[in-house]
C-alpha cells in the first residue's frame, strides 16, 4: 500500500493551496496522519499532525495559517495551506498509520511520495 499525495504547485506568497493524501487501494483508511516537509539543504520537520479523534498539532511556524483536516469517508486527509511564505517552500511528505478490515494487518508509517510546494516572493 502506498499514500498518494497531491496539491502542490506554484504559488505567489500571500496565496494558498490545499495538498491532499490518501491511501492507494480500498480496503485501507486512515487512522493518525501527519504532513511532514523538506526543503533544499534542510532536515525534514514536522508540520501538522492529527489523530483519529480529530486531535491536531502543528509546527510553530505554521500555526495560524495551516490547517489539517480528514474526511474518513473519502478516507483523505487534508493540509490547507493559507498565507504562504516563500520560507515555505519545500517538497511535502504525507506520512500515515493505516487500517485495514478485520484480519488485515495494519500498516504504520507509510509515506507518500511528496509533492513540491514552490512558494514566490
Known amino acids: 500500500v502506498q499514500l498518494q499525495a497531491s496539491g502542490g504547485g506554484l504559488v505567489q506568497a500571500g496565496g494558498s493551496l490545499r495538498l491532499s493524501c490518501a491511501p492507494s487501494g480500498s480496503i485501507f483508511s486512515i487512522n493518525a496522519a501527519r504532513w511532514y516537509r523538506q526543503a533544499p539543504g534542510k532536515q525534514r520537520e514536522l508540520v501538522a499532525a492529527i489523530t483519529s479523534g480529530f486531535s491536531t498539532n502543528y509546527a510553530d511556524s505554521v500555526k495560524g495559517r495551516f490547517t489539517i483536516s480528514r474526511d474518513n469517508a473519502k478516507k483523505t486527509v487534508y493540509l490547507q495551506m493559507n498565507s504562504l511564505k516563500p520560507e515555505d517552500t519545500a517538497v511535502y511528505y504525507c506520512?500515515?498509520?493505516?487500517?485495514?478490515?478485520?484480519?488485515?494487518?495494519?500498516?504504520?508509517?507509510?509515506w507518500g511520495q511528496g509533492t513540491q510546494v514552490t512558494v514566490s516572493s
Open positions: 506520512n500515515a498509520d493505516l487500517y485495514a478490515p478485520l484480519f488485515t494487518t495494519p500498516r504504520n508509517d507509510v
